[in-house]
DNA sequence: ATGGTCGGCAACCGA
């Protein structure tokens, strides 16, 4: 089973590009963020042409997220429990026996700001929502645009950018708080080195080639099915081709 | 050089 998480950056721009990687690359399970677009403008149909099944929660311009999928879904939920209007930023379905919670963590914006407090609050409330819902023992799958970088290896100048919104202790630190309870880092479980990176800022002159980049794209997962992984790795194709989104996608390789 | 460029959507906001 092959998992994979994307930020788009408007589903629709994306739309071909999107199903010309999907069918390459052998994607049974992508999560997509920043699709940009109401539910009842999503492409659900060029998706399920080409036998994939969608799960959507959008909004006009900003936000939105997708489960795209080769089986077929059992019990949704869109956001918290007690903030529905979070759907935007979080689907959680349950996929051959598995739970997949797709996330577009807010970005915060700057420490000043209320949105910062927003994402910190955001994060707690993630946590409050794991140790809730599930047991640790579950089959759980964190899949996402998290807005931050965990470690130092994870951003290109760590003593700079400390305390930029995406790698600010306090957000770290919340994300350790998850992770403790029993989430284990794919990517990190597979590959130690440093510079492997799922966004750059393309207001940056050739970040890409100059390694101006951040970790931000996760695949999380439960220890039951971390155990199961047998690879994960950033998408070769930085950007993906001449339209680019900030991001690329991260990819998992799990034995079930 | 706190800049730069995308995307949505129709003036700026978010990233």
Known sequence: MKIA???????????????DWLSKNHIDLLCVQETKVQDKDFPAEAFEQNGYNCIFKGQKSYNGVAILSRYQAGQLHFGFEDEPTDGPRLIRAQLNAITVVNTYVPQGVATDSEKFR??????????????????????V????????????????????LSGHVCYHPEVTRRLEKIMQWGFVD???QHCT??????????RLPNAVKRHLGWRLDYIM?????A???????????????????????????LKI
């Open 193 to 202: 080195e440093p510079r492997q990176y799922t966004f750059w800022d393309y």
């Open 5 to 19: 998480s994307y930020n788009v950056n408007s589903i629709r721009v994306r739309l071909p590009l999107l199903l």
């Open 186 to 188: 794919l990517f990190r």
């Open 141 to 160: 799958l964190w899949v996402g645009d998290l807005n931050l970088a965990r470690l130092p290896i994870d951003v290109y100048d760590p003593e700079r």
């Open 227 to 253: 155990d199961k992984s047998t690879n994960c790795y950033i998408d070769k194709q930085p950007r993906l081709a001449d339209r680019p989104s900030d991001h690329t996608p991260i990819i998992a390789e």
């Open 118 to 139: 927003y994402k910190l609050r955001w994060l707690e409330r993630l946590l409050a929502f794991f140790k809730k819902n599930f047991d640790k023992k579950d089959p």
């Open 221 to 225: 997962a439960t220890k039951s099915l």
